[in-house]
């Protein structure tokens, strides 16, 4: 049985993941395929729920049924198989150096599950030089002649501009700003989680709240935002109760941040961090000044759902699918694309849950 992930998978996620058994396998027009009950059997679903996925595949003509003899591939494939995708450029700011070198591997593994044999090529975008940047890599790829497609981080309002003008298929990686190109896009749900958060810590007995984010101007932290705020508005807390810095990736910036929350007259008794590095990184400068997490003061995050993340003790908000599944979505959204076919779903909000919180002692 295939155990792609510890999450039921929808009828959209099931049906691309179908589509990728019959490329991995090789299959052709005409060759035989799972029936219902077989697929449900291997990807761990009910008959029912691999019924509703194949029919997307029927409607796309890339298997057929036929009476009493089974489930034959489609003349959809083939079609499918001539538009591809060569090579995949991820773009993100150079703040992201540190957390792309952590998680490049998961990365990768997820572009070469939705995309096989693509070229993954990672590139940090040039502050003040984007635009420049993106317009290089275009006219390399033309010169080339290869079908290239876009992943982009923490990238600037022009560069989603210029790549929606130019009809590239892009993904974007987080929230889309207001007002900016319609394209599809994939995302935790940044407000979710920012509630979740700080209702744990309002039930906990807390009422002056620290946050540790990289930066709070991206359309995502705006929503993480947002979310801790309306917790702390239904406590019926003051507007000062949550203080925030902004740091750097590094130790000595998340403890030069922890030590000035903690020196605040009003200091707070917990801290939010925006990741599970920058909690890590806080718990460390918060022993190192002689206090015990959580006696003295509670830290808790949110992230990607990973092996790290998922072994933390701090309680935290994690997604309900993983980075390198989150990679495999974003990049069948990018297939589809240049196949010109249209998508399922053009938002993706990624759901994310309380873990490891603690009992409120009665």
């Known amino acids: 049985m295939i155990n792609g992930s510890q999450q039921t998978p929808t009828i959209h996620e099931l049906a691309m993941r179908l589509e990728q058994d019959i490329r991995g396998r090789g299959l052709r027009e005409g060759q035989r395929y799972m029936n219902t009950v077989e697929a449900g059997h291997t990807f761990g679903v009910s008959p029912a729920t691999a019924h509703r996925a194949m029919k997307l595949l ?32 991820f773009l993100t700011s150079p703040e992201k150096r540190e957390y792309l070198a952590e998680h490049s591997g998961s990365m990768i593994r997820g572009f070469s599950r939705g995309i096989p044999k693509a070229n993954v090529q990672f590139g940090f975008v040039p502050a003040g030089e984007g635009l420049e940047y993106v317009k290089n890599l275009l006219n390399s790829a033309s010169v080339h002649d290869k079908s290239i497609g876009f992943v982009c981080s923490s990238c600037p309002f022009d560069i989603h ?6 009809g590239i298929p892009t993904v974007v990686s987080g929230t889309l700003p207001l007002g900016g190109p319609d394209l599809p896009s994939v995302a935790l749900d940044d407000f979710t989680a920012g509630q979740l958060l700080a209702k744990y810590l309002v039930e906990q007995g807390h009422r002056r709240i620290g946050l540790l984010a990289t930066t709070l101007d991206r359309p995502g932290d705006k929503r993480l ?52 590095r920058l909690a890590d990184m806080a718990c460390t400068a918060l022993k190192e000044m002689g206090l015990s997490v959580p ?12 092996d790290e993340v998922q072994r933390s003790p701090l309680p935290h908000v994690q997604t309900t699918m993983t980075r390198e599944e989150a990679v495999v979505l974003m990049s069948e959204m990018l297939l589809r ?26």
Do not use: W, Y
């Open 337 to 362: 694309m240049a196949r010109g076919e249209s998508l399922d779903q053009k938002r993706v909000v990624i759901p994310v849950e309380l873990c490891n919180a603690r009992t409120l002692q009665t």
């Open 225 to 276: 935002f947002d979310g801790i705020g309306k917790s702390l508005s239904q406590a019926r807390l003051l507007q000062n109760s949550l203080v925030f810095h902004i740091v750097s990736q590094n130790a000595s910036s998340v403890a030069l941040a922890t030590r000035h929350l903690l020196e605040d007259e009003c200091r707070p008794t917990a801290i939010i961090a925006r990741s599970e």
């Open 161 to 166: 501009q210029l790549l929606a003008d130019e």
């Open 58 to 89: 029927v409607e796309r003509n890339m298997v057929v049924r036929r009476n009493r003899s089974g489930t034959f591939i489609g003349p959809g494939m083939r079609s499918a198989d001539r538009a591809g995708i060569h090579t995949v450029h």
């Open 295 to 306: 006696d003295d003061i509670e830290v808790v995050f949110l992230d990607h759902a990973t």
